[in-house]
């Protein structure tokens, strides 16, 4: 990739842009671009030499001039209007298309996931899965490790990539064995300026894929039947080779037309969308490993800030789920639970999100709201005429978290579900989280 290379320009010197930086060869000339000095002065202490440039400030007044590729940041916007004038001439990569560049031949399988929820909880699933079966497994991108930053690909039985709809934007070749959409809602509609578009770039994967597979029970993923290979959901299976969840006087089993049949008594996660995220977890590791059996899914454990528990005292029980930083990952968090016991800590920033479909369920499951962020008074607009819901709202984590366990009682769930990203007041959702955890933990 390198060879006839001599000058790359990186858009972004978060962790992707660092990632990149590190792949990219020494004899290179990079320029690093962030509109934020602290991370542009980062890069600085990491890449300067003499040979090495570095700018902020307005896309506008950047230079492309003697680029041989962009290598952009799921963070900037390709759409962007210089951006899209340049894309005209420079040809643009991310991590993704870098890494399959480098890779042509791979022999390792790759299993691509995507999705609005659950991609990390399923790629997750799938690498435990599969160690625990012997494979060599590694979960990479989205999920918080860079692709590029895994040097030892060839040595494994199967490499397993979350892969954002900033990522598919870019990406116009790769080498997946098998890509799957777990789900789509309404999400980063402060990006996208229709939801079609956000629509169309998760899409993107199964045109990129061998063996294609969609939830069949979400009906924005319906007009792709045609162009799949198999399908998961609990309505009835439309072929033989689709899983389905059945639920029987004998309890909860994942099947298939074949005659494949897991049985869930003894699955420990908690939630009806963990039953589907193993189902097609299992789904994504059969289609590579068909010989694959006695597949240890009661060992499987939650990932942080997904419904994490955290802790019970005095009888009422903390969970933390910062990672629900769109709505539908707050309505799952919410199904969850099966009494109307919640306290519930929302906010931050909400992406331009229509918040309404939250309102039935915070009448079924919420008794007050905990506000917090730069959106808190958008969700107080929405939800202020919810009968005998109390709402507050507070500048800091520490106040909502205290004045949520002064108002529980003994059986009741204090529940960190932001439905909202977390970088008006965090550097990421972890952070939140932890910040959360930590509260709780002192308590």
Same mark, same amino acid.
């Given at each position: 990739?390198?060879?006839?290379?001599?000058?790359?320009?990186?858009?972004?010197?978060?962790?992707?842009?660092?990632?990149?930086?590190?792949?990219?060869?020494?004899?290179?000339?990079?320029?690093?671009?962030?509109?934020?000095?602290?991370?542009?002065?980062?890069?600085?202490?990491?890449?300067?030499?003499?040979?090495?440039?570095?700018?902020?400030?307005?896309?506008?007044?950047?230079?492309?001039?003697?680029?041989?590729?962009?290598?952009?940041?799921?963070?900037?916007?390709?759409?962007?209007?210089?951006?899209?004038?340049?894309?005209?001439?420079?040809?643009?990569?991310?991590?993704?298309?870098?890494?399959?560049?480098?890779?042509?031949?791979?022999?390792?399988?790759?299993?691509?996931?995507?999705?609005?929820?659950?991609?990390?909880?399923?790629?997750?699933?799938?690498?435990?899965?599969?160690?625990?079966?012997?494979?060599?497994?590694?979960?990479?991108?989205?999920?918080?490790?860079?692709?590029?930053?895994?040097?030892?690909?060839?040595?494994?039985?199967?490499?397993?990539?979350?892969?954002?709809?900033?990522?598919?934007?870019?990406?116009?070749?790769?080498?997946?064995?098998?890509?799957?959409?777990?789900?789509?809602?309404?999400?980063?509609?402060?990006?996208? $300026?229709?939801? *079609?578009?956000?629509?169309?770039? +998760? !899409?993107?994967?199964?045109? /990129? #894929?061998?063996?294609? @597979?969609? &939830?069949?029970?979400?009906?924005?993923?319906?007009?792709?039947?045609?162009?799949?290979?198999?399908?998961?959901?609990?309505?009835?299976?439309?072929?033989?080779?689709?899983?389905?969840?059945?639920?029987?006087?004998?309890?909860?089993?994942?099947?298939?037309?074949?005659?494949?049949?897991?049985?869930?008594?003894?699955?420990?996660?908690?939630?009806?969308?963990?039953?589907? $995220?193993?189902? *097609?977890?299992?789904?994504?590791? +059969? !289609?590579?490993?068909?010989? /694959? #059996?006695?597949?240890? @899914?009661? &060992?499987?454990?939650?990932?942080?800030?997904?419904?994490?528990?955290?802790?019970?005292?005095?009888?009422?029980?903390?969970?933390?789920?910062?990672?629900?930083?769109?709505?539908?990952?707050?309505?799952?968090?919410?199904?969850?639970?099966?009494?109307?016991?919640?306290?519930?800590?929302?906010?931050?920033?909400?992406?331009?999100?229509?918040?309404?479909?939250?309102?039935?369920?915070?009448?079924?499951?919420?008794?007050?709201?905990?506000?917090?962020?730069?959106?808190?008074?958008?969700?107080?607009?929405?939800?202020?005429?919810?009968?005998?819901?109390?709402?507050?709202?507070?500048?800091?984590?520490?106040?909502?978290?205290?004045?949520?366990?002064?108002?529980?009682?003994?059986?009741?769930?204090?529940?960190?579900?932001?439905?909202?990203?977390?970088?008006?007041?965090?550097?990421?959702?972890?952070?939140?989280?932890?910040?959360?955890?930590?509260?709780?933990?002192?308590?």
């Amino acid at each position: 990739m390198n060879g006839n290379i001599n000058h790359v320009l990186i858009l972004g010197c978060g962790q992707t842009g660092i990632s990149i930086g590190r792949y990219l060869k020494n004899n290179i000339k990079i320029s690093f671009y962030d509109e934020n000095k602290n991370a542009l002065d980062n890069a600085k202490k990491l890449f300067d030499n003499e040979k090495n440039l570095f700018f902020s400030g307005n896309l506008e007044e950047l230079s492309f001039e003697g680029v041989d590729y962009v290598a952009i940041s799921p963070g900037i916007d390709p759409s962007h209007p210089v951006l899209n004038k340049i894309r005209k001439k420079i040809k643009f990569h991310n991590d993704i298309s870098l890494f399959f560049d480098e890779n042509e031949l791979l022999e390792t399988k790759v299993i691509a996931v995507t999705g609005t929820n659950g991609k990390t909880t399923v790629c997750k699933m799938i690498e435990q899965l599969s160690q625990e079966s012997g494979l060599k497994a590694k979960a990479v991108g989205n999920i918080g490790l860079p692709i590029l930053d895994f040097k030892n690909v060839d040595t494994l039985d199967v490499l397993i990539i979350e892969l954002s709809s900033f990522q598919l934007e870019i990406l116009n070749k790769a080498k997946i064995d098998v890509g799957i959409i777990l789900n789509i809602s309404e999400d980063h509609m402060d990006r996208y $300026n229709s939801f *079609s578009k956000y629509l169309k770039a +998760k !899409s993107k994967l199964l045109d /990129l #894929s061998r063996t294609k @597979i969609i &939830n069949r029970d979400d009906e924005k993923l319906s007009s792709f039947d045609n162009k799949v290979n198999f399908s998961f959901g609990i309505s009835e299976p439309l072929k033989k080779e689709d899983y389905v969840i059945i639920n029987n006087d004998s309890g909860s089993y994942i099947k298939r037309g074949d005659g494949l049949s897991i049985e869930l008594n003894n699955f420990k996660l908690i939630g009806e969308h963990n039953k589907l $995220n193993i189902m *097609s977890a299992i789904a994504c590791l +059969k !289609s590579v490993f068909p010989e /694959l #059996s006695n597949l240890r @899914i009661n &060992n499987l454990k939650g990932i942080s800030h997904r419904l994490e528990w955290v802790k019970s005292i005095n009888g009422v029980d903390f969970y933390n789920d910062s990672k629900a930083t769109n709505l539908d990952a707050t309505i799952t968090a919410l199904k969850s639970f099966n009494k109307k016991n919640i306290f519930l800590i929302a906010g931050g920033d909400s992406k331009g999100q229509f918040l309404m479909p939250l309102e039935k369920f915070i009448k079924k499951k919420v008794l007050a709201l905990y506000l917090i962020g730069q959106d808190a008074h958008i969700f107080e607009e929405n939800f202020r005429f919810i009968d005998s819901l109390k709402i507050k709202k507070y500048k800091l984590m520490l106040d909502a978290v205290l004045s949520a366990y002064k108002d529980a009682e003994n059986g009741d769930i204090i529940l960190l579900s932001p439905a909202c990203a977390s970088y008006d007041m965090y550097k990421n959702y972890e952070e939140r989280g932890n910040e959360f955890k930590s509260i709780v933990e002192n308590l």
